[in-house]
Each structure stands twice: as structure tokens, then as C-alpha cells.
């Protein structure tokens, strides 16, 4: 059973800061895709950015692109969110999902492993 843990939501005013933290307790995390995800109340769960196994190729959705910025540390099994000016849209639950699968996205479908969330806040 693979456990995804995220960490350092909180609140924040707009123009602000976040970093999240992602962890995976498996035993060979370069062999691991990971992906955020967010969910706002009353609307689905939709991709937020994305990173390969090696950590060297990316995507972002077009909402977040150039505010926020992933990155893997395979050493240490963590993936990290950096939220830049963040704004009141971004307000929602951040999840954190990883596959070992070949081919990973966008898509909720292509990630075998999900985290709790972590609740961001964005004031304005």
C-alpha cells in the first residue's frame, strides 16, 4: 500500500505564497510520476501541475502557469508546490497523486495513489 501525504497549506493573502509538500512512501520514487490536483467546493477536481519520474520534463495548466512552479526531489521522495501570487481562484483542497504507471497527465484516471489534501486559502 503506497501512502502520498501533502503538507503547508494554510491561509494566505492575494499576492502571497505557498509551498506544498508532497511525500510517497515507496521504495523507489524515480520510478514515480506525481501530480497536483485541486478541488474547490462544488466543482470537480482539476489538474494543476505535473511532473516525470526523473523530475526533468513538466506541465502546468494554463491557470497556473508561471505562478507556480513543481519540482521532485527523488532523494528524499518529496515533490514540492511553489504557489506564487496566489489568488482568491486559487482557493481550494490540493491533492497530491503519484502512478508508477508508463505514461502519466492530466487526467484524475492516469494516478493510482492520492493523498488526503491540503487546504489553501487565498484572501482578498
Known amino acids: 500500500q503506497v501512502h502520498v501525504v501533502e503538507s503547508g497549506g494554510g491561509l494566505v493573502q492575494a499576492g502571497g505564497s505557498l509551498r506544498l509538500s508532497c511525500t510517497a512512501s515507496?521504495?523507489?520514487?524515480?520510478?514515480?510520476?506525481v501530480a497536483w490536483f485541486r478541488q474547490a467546493p462544488g466543482k470537480e477536481r482539476e489538474f494543476v501541475a505535473a511532473?516525470?519520474?526523473?523530475?526533468?520534463?513538466?506541465d502546468y495548466s494554463d491557470s497556473v502557469k508561471g505562478r507556480f512552479t513543481i519540482s521532485k526531489d527523488n532523494a528524499k521522495n518529496m515533490v514540492f508546490l511553489q504557489m506564487n501570487n496566489l489568488k482568491p481562484e486559487d482557493t481550494a483542497v490540493y491533492y497530491c497523486a503519484t502512478t508508477d504507471r508508463i505514461f502519466s497527465g492530466p487526467s484524475t484516471r492516469q494516478y493510482d495513489y492520492w493523498g488526503q489534501g491540503t487546504q489553501v486559502t487565498v484572501s482578498s
Open positions: 511532473v516525470s519520474r526523473t523530475g526533468g520534463w513538466t
Open positions: 515507496v521504495r523507489t520514487f524515480s520510478s514515480y510520476a
